[in-house]
T-cell receptor, first 114, second 113 residues
Framework: AQTVTQSQPEMSVQEAETVTLSCTYD???????LFWYKQPPSRQMILVIR??????QNATENRFSVNFQKAAKSFSLKISDSQLGDTAMYFC???????????FGKGTRLSVIA | NAGVMQNPRHLVRRRGQEARLRCSPM?????VYWYRQLPEEGLKFMVY????????ESGMPKERFSAEFPKEGPSILRIQQVVRGDSAAYFC???????????FGPGTRLTVT
């Protein structure tokens, strides 16, 4: 069975600084996808970034980038130039290939401090 | 292109009543997933449907919960005889095809009093 673990329940960062959120996962599949979702106080789930396991290059979306270490089954999220609007819960998720459901970690609550 | 729609956004039910949660997928999407989020937890998969078919209901409680996605109209998650433990946020997600990412609706927060 797939599992996703986020070991940091809460983190904080100063505005304009960089922060890294950790995620490890476990799957027996060779082809899978990894995601980071953001959930602000509105509770809307917003896709931040995705990574295909077969791609070696780390995904990047503006200020958000990942460090994908396939052998270590690690998928961390780096947020550069943190902004107050980045304050939210961040969930790491994975799913196997095919139209399979997402498996989520328990989340990391990130606070950006002015 | 409107996003995934869910209604109601908030629903209050007394113990023993029925709750009906609706989800309209994005235009062109025929795959619907329901997830439940308990307080301070991540989302947990409940059921996956395509039009008129339940594909995977491995995350659905065996009793009181049912889901459908008819040929016409929204997907419905139905909870009969609600109990306090059913209080949670229920999210629907849709995708276009088996390889595409899932887009989430705003969720329905169910409170059972």
């Amino acid at each position: 069975a797939q599992t996703v673990t986020q070991s940091q329940p809460e983190m904080s960062v100063q505005e304009a600084e960089t922060v890294t959120l950790s995620c490890t996962y476990d799957t027996s599949e060779s082809n899978y996808y990894l995601f980071w979702y953001k959930q602000p106080p509105s509770r809307q789930m917003i896709l931040v970034i995705r990574q295909e396991a077969y791609k070696q290059q780390n995904a990047t979306e503006n200020r958000f980038s990942v460090n994908f270490q396939k052998a270590a089954k690690s998928f961390s999220l780096k947020i550069s130039d943190s902004q107050l609007g980045d304050t939210a819960m961040y969930f790491c998720a994975s799913r196997n290939s095919g139209n399979t459901p997402l498996v989520f970690g328990k989340g990391t609550r990130l606070s950006v401090i002015a | 292109n409107a996003g995934v729609m869910q209604n109601p956004r908030h629903l209050v039910r007394r113990r023993g009543q029925e709750a009906r949660l609706r989800c309209s997928p994005m235009k062109g999407h025929s795959h619907v997933y329901w997830y439940r989020q308990l307080p301070e937890e991540g989302l947990k998969f409940m059921v996956y449907l395509q039009k008129e078919n339940i594909i995977d209901e491995s995350g659905m409680p065996k009793e009181r919960f049912s889901a459908e996605f008819p040929k016409e109209g929204p997907s419905i998650l139905r909870i009969q005889q609600v109990v306090r433990g059913d209080s949670a946020a229920y999210f629907c997600a849709s995708s276009r095809d088996r390889t595409y990412e899932q887009y989430f609706g705003p969720g329905t927060r169910l409170t059972v009093t």
